[in-house]
């Protein structure tokens, strides 16, 4: 595509419209967006009359969306592109790494060809930028790494990436801290960690260890935990605690944080400060069937939030489609979140942050000088998109269509 040109007549949401004081609604600005090397360079209103001979590419009044961004998946776990098979029951989580461990090896596919039919999943539905955690044990060392890097190194073009190196089958139970600080020496760019307390039998021991292997490779890090009530808080509040001991403040997640949701008065309060104060990003799947992190609350409180699609269709799931927006219209549902201002909000959660619209209803986003990153859509405005899942017609990284038509 060309290095500059205009994409024209496209929907952009300008303000809230309101009736009788109250958010009824959104208004929409016709533009033309002018693409400059990647970066959208101007936007002007479709009613301006274009008088440069540059090329113009149409996006027939598709309202634009900020790319979005898949905070949380496998692509070394994924059986897609592979025959069908339902999940195994797993009487706990180790027998589940057991069962898992002993599925991949001897699919008829490669991880690589199934990691790249996911990566095309999770492109044409919007994402074009992607965290996945890449298992590092023992038994297969560093391969799971090298060989989603070779897949995500042919995307380069096409979208932004992260990997954590994660210790599936725990940090401490596996001895695998020196495989980590290798990975990171390879390439990954955060430290994992799974259930301290009840996988590596040892919290204090394993939160030092995964904090130690992050500072010394100058790493963020997302720790998976799943463990609930008092042991999933006690671990989220020393994982702040060294955060901050660290000044890792601003680089640590926790993914499920599955304990957050039996948290309650005082302590609620209290520990949604210290996620806030020391900038810890709560990650969620939007689980159907398991306690989850009070979405709403944390939000009001200040507190990172994003979501991700996690396991699609592996040895722990056969659901899941990698399309990141139905995941942003279920935590919609889930919590109530029905208004034309809480719809539009919870795009944020699958972007990055970045919504049209902020607060005050003042646009602030697309702005010149922006990725051209986004999606076109389908809708009137980014909360029907939410809340309809609404068809993508094309995806733009750094200007250049990569997944759709136009």
Same mark, same amino acid.
């Given at each position: 595509?060309?290095?500059?040109?205009?994409?024209?007549?496209?929907?952009?949401?300008?303000?809230?419209?309101?009736?009788?004081?109250?958010?009824?609604?959104?208004?929409?600005?016709?533009?033309?967006?002018?693409?400059?090397?990647?970066?959208?360079?101007?936007?002007?209103? &479709?009613?301006?009359?274009?008088?440069?001979?540059?090329?113009?590419?149409? $996006?027939?009044?598709?309202?634009?969306?900020?790319?979005?961004?898949?905070? #949380?998946?496998?692509?070394?776990?994924?059986?897609?592109?592979?025959?069908?098979?339902?999940?195994?029951?797993?009487?706990? /989580?180790?027998?589940?790494?057991?069962?898992?461990?002993?599925?991949?090896?001897?699919?008829?596919?490669?991880?690589?060809?199934?990691?790249?039919?996911?990566?095309?999943?999770?492109?044409? $539905?919007?994402?074009?930028?992607?965290?996945?955690?890449?298992? /590092?044990?023992?038994?297969?060392?560093?391969?799971?790494?090298?060989?989603?890097?070779?897949?995500?190194? @042919?995307?380069?073009?096409?979208?932004?990436?992260?990997?954590?190196?994660?210790?599936?089958?725990?940090?401490?139970?596996?001895?695998?801290?020196?495989?980590?600080?290798?990975?990171?020496?390879?390439? &990954?760019?955060?430290?994992?960690?799974?259930?301290?307390?009840?996988?590596?039998?040892?919290?204090?021991?394993?939160?030092?260890?995964?904090?130690?292997?992050?500072?010394?490779?100058?790493?963020?890090?997302?720790? #998976?935990?799943?463990?609930?009530?008092?042991?999933?808080?006690?671990?989220?509040?020393?994982?702040?605690?060294?955060?901050?001991?660290?000044?890792? @403040?601003?680089?640590?997640?926790? !993914?499920?944080?599955?304990?957050?949701?039996? $948290?309650?008065?005082?302590?609620?309060?209290?520990?949604?400060?210290?996620?806030?104060?020391?900038?810890?990003?709560?990650?969620?799947?939007?689980?159907?069937?398991?306690?989850?992190?009070?979405?709403?609350?944390?939000?009001?409180?200040?507190?990172?939030?994003?979501?991700?699609?996690?396991?699609?269709?592996?040895?722990?799931?056969?659901?899941?489609?990698?399309?990141?927006?139905?995941?942003?219209?279920?935590?919609?549902?889930?919590?109530?979140?029905?208004?034309? @201002?809480?719809?539009?909000?919870?795009?944020?959660?699958?972007?990055?942050?970045?919504?049209?619209?902020?607060?005050?209803?003042?646009?602030?986003?697309?702005?010149?000088?922006?990725?051209?990153?986004?999606?076109?859509?389908?809708? !009137?405005?980014?909360?029907?998109?939410?809340?309809?899942?609404?068809?993508?017609?094309?995806?733009?990284?750094?200007?250049?269509?990569?997944?759709?038509?136009?």
């Amino acid at each position: 595509m060309e290095a500059k040109y205009w994409l024209t007549d496209v929907s952009l949401e300008h303000s809230f419209r309101y009736e009788a004081g109250v958010i009824a609604g959104t208004m929409i600005e016709p533009s033309h967006l002018l693409i400059e090397q990647g970066r959208i360079s101007r936007i002007v209103p &479709a009613s301006m009359r274009l008088d440069d001979d540059l090329p113009r590419r149409s $996006a027939r009044g598709l309202l634009a969306l900020p790319a979005f961004v898949e905070k #949380h998946c496998h692509l070394d776990k994924t059986i897609l592109g592979d025959k069908w098979r339902a999940v195994r029951p797993a009487a706990n /989580i180790l027998e589940r790494f057991e069962i898992e461990k002993n599925v991949l090896p001897h699919l008829s596919t490669t991880l690589k060809d199934r990691a790249r039919i996911l990566v095309e999943r999770l492109l044409n $539905a919007g994402s074009t930028h992607i965290r996945t955690h890449v298992d /590092i044990y023992p038994e297969v060392g560093l391969r799971h790494l090298e060989e989603v890097e070779e897949v995500l190194a @042919q995307y380069d073009d096409r979208l932004t990436y992260e990997i954590v190196a994660f210790p599936q089958h725990g940090l401490l139970r596996t001895d695998c801290g020196e495989l980590l600080r290798e990975a990171l020496r390879r390439g &990954a760019g955060l430290v994992g960690g799974v259930d301290p307390a009840t996988v590596d039998g040892d919290m204090e021991t394993s939160l030092q260890t995964m904090m130690d292997i992050a500072v010394q490779g100058d790493a963020d890090i997302d720790l #998976h935990l799943h463990d609930g009530g008092a042991v999933g808080l006690q671990t989220i509040k020393r994982l702040c605690e060294l955060a901050g001991e660290a000044g890792w @403040q601003g680089r640590v997640a926790v !993914s499920h944080a599955f304990a957050l949701g039996d $948290a309650a008065g005082q302590e609620a309060d209290d520990i949604a400060q210290m996620l806030s104060e020391y900038g810890v990003t709560i990650v969620t799947s939007v689980p159907l069937a398991r306690t989850m992190p009070p979405v709403n609350f944390l939000h009001e409180k200040g507190v990172s939030l994003a979501v991700g699609c996690d396991n699609i269709y592996d040895s722990w799931s056969p659901f899941g489609t990698g399309d990141i927006l139905e995941r942003a219209g279920r935590l919609a549902e889930r919590f109530g979140r029905v208004t034309e @201002q809480k719809l539009a909000e919870t795009l944020g959660f699958i972007t990055g942050g970045r919504t049209p619209l902020d607060k005050e209803g003042k646009r602030v986003w697309p702005a010149a000088g922006d990725e051209a990153n986004l999606v076109l859509v389908d809708a !009137s405005c980014s909360a029907e998109a939410v809340a309809r899942r609404a068809v993508r017609k094309a995806v733009l990284f750094q200007g250049r269509i990569v997944a759709g038509i136009l």
